[in-house]
């Protein structure tokens, strides 16, 4: 079946511009994660949606992040007035969860490169 | 609060040979995952261990869990370049059930 999917699979764009990063996970997994990944780094956690809420945003940067999920489905990362540091890849995973929404094993899709001129 | 270390970091080594990468975790961790990330690609999930003295194999790679120790250790038997890849440990943060992430080991196998 299908995997995670997001799009777009690249992006550059000029600072201060706004950015949305669109993750499909697979159907019928409930939990979505976002994650951040910078050039030769390891993975940081940004949020994740159990269903359409976020019980966790802690990871968010700043408030130029933000996202949102519609449902059990689709979930778009939106960073505003984007700066250089911003620049990474930008990976996002899907698990089927139940209340201990980590412990699941997560799918990851191919992430979106973001390069920030 | 969960800190995920692994070495090394970066791992040159010629094929045919046997090595371990190890993965120390700060506290108490429900499982231990390993993941494999080939350059430019997303994470592909190698192993869950879940508990102590598990261990799993697939392949030329095998997996333990020392939960005593907070020691996960993924071993490479015979490397064959095919192996080349960034390989990830992530532990489990207690209070939140947060997966938390080393900064990975980048192995480079020389034919």
């Known amino acids: 079946g299908a995997g995670v999917s997001q799009s777009p699979s690249n992006k550059v764009t000029e600072k201060g511009k706004d950015v949305e990063l669109r993750c499909d996970p697979i159907?019928?997994?409930?939990?979505l994660y976002w994650y951040r990944q910078r050039l030769g780094q390891g993975l940081e956690f940004l949020i994740y949606f159990q269903g359409n809420s976020a019980p966790d945003k802690s990871g968010l940067p700043s408030d130029r992040f933000s996202a949102e999920r519609t449902g059990e489905s689709v979930s778009t990362l939106t960073i505003q007035r984007t700066q250089q540091e911003d620049s990474a890849v930008y990976l996002c995973?899907?698990?089927?969860?139940?209340?201990?929404?980590?412990?699941?094993?997560?799918?990851f899709g191919p992430g979106t490169r973001l390069t920030v001129t | 609060e969960l800190k995920v270390e692994q070495n090394p970091l970066f791992l040159s080594m010629q094929e045919g040979k046997n090595y371990t990468i190890y993965c120390n975790y700060s506290?108490?961790?429900?499982?231990l995952y390993w993941y494999r990330q080939d350059p430019g690609k997303s994470l592909e999930s190698l192993f869950v261990?879940?508990?102590?003295?598990a261990v799993k194999q697939e392949g030329r790679l095998m997996a333990s869990l020392d939960t005593k120790a907070r020691l996960s250790t993924l071993h490479i038997t015979a490397a064959v370049h095919d192996l080349s890849a960034t390989y990830f440990c992530a532990g489990v943060r207690n209070r939140d059930d947060k997966i938390i992430f080393g900064k990975g080991t980048r192995l480079h196998i020389l034919p």
């Open positions: 159907s019928g997994h409930t939990a």
């Open positions: 261990l879940l508990s102590n003295g």
């Open positions: 506290t108490t961790s429900d499982r």
């Open positions: 995973a899907s698990s089927l969860a139940f209340w201990g929404a980590f412990l699941d094993e997560q799918y």
